[in-house]
């Protein structure tokens, strides 16, 4: 059972404990009206999506820049939806505390960027949010094997992390696959995931479906409805 997230008050059951069986649409920021950041989150929600995921990118892990927690603190109090922040960053654990504070239900580190996962992945937990960590397309489930008691969700990079709008990369599959053969945790994918490709990636064992590119590409509210049909057609 997660530690309750409760920071903030508002996601108290925590939402990756309460998934069940459940297959998810999560809208990410990264291809977002930035000036118009809520609006197309709640275009996304009247769509089906049930959490957020907020692409945090600092130029040293990934070579590109976006917003952190201040952006996610007044994101968090003008939505009704749980937001999962994703630190694409190097040294994560700065970050943790201010993300914490500013209200995320679920925070996901890269092990790749992060010397010491179990206390980076405590810190989270202690803070009252849910801890995931994203795994890089070349980087092995198996890194992560001794780090599954501390982990709330695993989530699969169907991209090299870094922008939106790249290919999806389909041997992904495989490695859903493999994960769910070592943990019963709720595996996430991010990248490339579209009509067509959601129901690959569920398929293979994935319950929440990032997605930017494809969200945003027209009316937010029509592909996210798409994206999430065509993913529990395949459940
Ligand atoms: O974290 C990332 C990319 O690093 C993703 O969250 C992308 O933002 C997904 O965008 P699309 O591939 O769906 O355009």
């Known amino acids: 059972m997660p530690v309750a997230a409760d920071s903030g008050g508002r996601w108290a059951l925590g939402f990756w404990g309460e998934l069940g069986d459940r297959i998810v649409g999560a809208p990410s920021i990264l291809a977002a009206d930035f000036a118009n950041l809520a609006e ?3 275009r996304a929600q009247r769509g089906g999506a049930e959490l957020v995921h907020f692409d945090a990118m600092d130029n040293q892990f990934v070579p590109n ?5 201040v952006v996610a603190a007044s994101l968090v109090e003008a939505i009704d939806l749980p937001v999962d922040a994703h630190l694409m960053v190097d040294s ?6 201010p993300f914490i504070e500013a209200g995320v239900a679920s925070i996901s580190v890269q092990p790749e960027a992060v010397t010491h996962l179990h206390r980076t992945l405590t810190m989270i937990r202690a803070g009252g949010c849910e801890a995931g960590v994203a795994l890089n397309p070349t980087t092995p489930p198996e890194f992560i094997e001794w780090a599954l008691p501390y982990l709330d969700y695993v989530l699969v990079m169907t991209v090299n992390p870094g922008f939106g709008g790249q290919s999806f990369i389909p041997e992904m599959a495989d490695k859903v696959r493999r994960l769910k053969e070592m ?14 490709t959601a129901p690959i990636m569920v398929g293979a064992g994935a319950q929440v479906l990032v997605a930017g590119s494809a969200v945003y590409k027209g009316d937010a509210e029509v592909e ?7 993913a ?3 459940g």
């Not at 820049?65 to 927690?69: A, F, S």
């Not at 943990?183 to 067509?196: H, K, N, R, S, W």
């Not at 996210?224 to 065509?230: G, L, Q, T, Y």
Request: net charge negative; aromatic share 0%; hydrophobic share 40%.
């Open 183 to 196: 943990t019963d945790l709720p595996i996430q994918v991010d990248g490339g995931i579209t009509a067509e």
């Open 92 to 97: 994560p654990d700065n970050l943790i505390p």
């Open 40 to 42: 197309d989150v709640r």
């Open 65 to 69: 820049l976006t917003v952190g927690p």
């Open 232 to 234: 529990r057609g395949a």
């Open 224 to 230: 996210m409805r798409k994206i999430i049909d065509a």
